[in-house]
């Protein structure tokens, strides 16, 4: 294999990160989570404003794939492995800009994941989610431990204990994809939704991203109470005359 794991295409203020293990499903073997990692990092530090996932091959992904561990893993060894795991998806969920996520084919368990901690998940028809994990006698803690805060309690659990692969309509259905569309038309749309997203203003995006978060830690009216502080704020800084 010669090519790089992860493929970035740079136009203009989009940064593009293409999985590129065609031939093991695009599984997150270290590999693939370490040159993710960067890519995310180098594409913040770059000031990209909008940063796509896609995937090369049949499907997005189908996992994780945990390293070659001889005679029983210790602790040390499998808390390394999910912190690696973890910085890269929190890298994701703090980048600056808006992250968009374009699946096809399937996106299984880590996949899934990944994809679903986009701030957008634009699906094909054709696209099939789900988290295998239950039923291969591993309950997937840190998938549920996002997932309860995106996710309906019962919806989680039928995804979870099923394990089953849902169609991306259903997914829409439960929240964890944002649009579906016809397979011929993914390519598409995904770069004119990159392209509108990238002509947001960058500190509006950044102030809807982080009012969001904050929100959904609060009561509901103490929320609406913050949510009136910020406007206020926002339309006095607008028509406050600049010196």
């Known amino acids: 294999m010669t090519e790089q794991p992860v493929d970035v295409i740079e136009s203009g203020a989009v940064t593009t990160c293409v999985l590129n293990r065609p031939e093991t499903g695009n ?29 090369a091959g049949p499907d997005f992904c189908l996992g994780r794939k945990g390293p070659k561990i001889e005679g029983v893993p210790t602790p040390a060894i499998l808390n390394a492995e999910f912190a690696r795991v973890q910085g890269a ?26 994809a679903g901690r986009c701030d957008l998940l634009i699906a094909a028809r054709s696209a099939r989610l789900g988290f295998p994990e239950v039923p291969h006698g ?21 995804l979870l204990l099923t394990g089953r692969e849902v169609a991306a309509e259903e997914a829409q259905r439960l929240g964890l994809v944002t649009r579906v569309v016809d397979d011929e038309a993914l390519g598409k749309e995904a770069a ?10 960058p500190e509006v995006v950044r102030k809807i991203k982080s009012f969001i978060g ?17 406007l206020v704020n926002q339309m006095v800084d607008q028509a406050t005359p600049t010196t």
């Not at 270290?30 to 180098?42: E, I, K």
């Not at 703090?94 to 096809?104: A, E, K, M, N, Q």
């Not at 004119?192 to 203003?201: G, K, M, V, Y």
């Open 27 to 55: 599984m997150l073997d270290a590999t693939m989570l370490d040159a993710l990692a960067d890519a995310v990092s180098q594409a913040a530090g770059r000031g990209a404003r909008v940063l796509v996932f896609r995937a």
């Open 89 to 114: 998806n929190e890298l994701v969920e703090d980048f600056p800009g808006l992250t968009v996520s374009v699946v096809h084919g399937r996106a299984l368990g880590a996949g899934a994941s990944l």
């Open 138 to 158: 591993i309950a997937p803690t840190v998938v549920a431990s996002y997932f309860v805060h995106r996710l309906g309690r019962t919806a989680l659990l039928d």
């Open 192 to 201: 004119a939704t990159a392209d509108e997203l990238a002509r947001l203003d």
């Open 214 to 230: 904050t929100a959904a830690t609060l009561p509901p009216r103490t929320a609406v109470r913050l949510g009136i502080a910020e």
